[in-house]
């Protein structure tokens, strides 16, 4: 079994920056890709940005040149760096992986993280 971990929420202004990290552990897997998604209160929870494993990277058009995914394989870790952040963008934030393990393929999320956007 394979444990997501999020960590790096939180309350900031607007304009302000925020880095949310997520990292997996668990023993003899390989990830396929990485990504971010969101879900604001009363809303569907919908894909801010993926990283595939040979870094190919993907936004949603809301956070185009704002955010930033990236990842450390060695880590297996992802990052989602959050620049100009806007009331817009809060929600609670949730790290997606899909993982092999033991040959089979497996999708895990993170618990969660809170983001929120405010003066």
């Known amino acids: 079994q394979v444990q997501l971990e999020e960590s790096g929420g939180g309350l900031v202004q607007p304009g302000g920056s925020l880095r949310l990290s997520c990292a997996a552990s668990?023993?003899?897997?390989?990830?396929?890709?990485m990504a971010w998604y969101r879900q604001a209160p009363g809303k569907q929870r919908d894909l801010v940005a993926i990283?595939?494993?040979?870094?190919?990277?993907n936004y949603a058009d809301s956070v185009k040149d704002r955010f930033t995914i990236s990842r450390d394989n060695a880590e297996n870790t992802v990052y989602l760096q959050m620049n100009s952040l806007k009331s817009e963008d809060t929600a609670v934030y949730y790290c997606?992986?899909?993982?092999?393990?033991?040959?089979?393929?497996?999708?895990?999320w993170g618990q969660g993280t809170q983001v929120t956007v405010s003066s």
């Open positions: 990283i595939m494993s040979g870094g190919n990277s």
């Open positions: 997606h992986m899909r993982i092999s393990q033991y040959g089979y393929m497996s999708d895990y």
């Open positions: 668990g023993s003899d897997f390989s990830i396929y890709y």
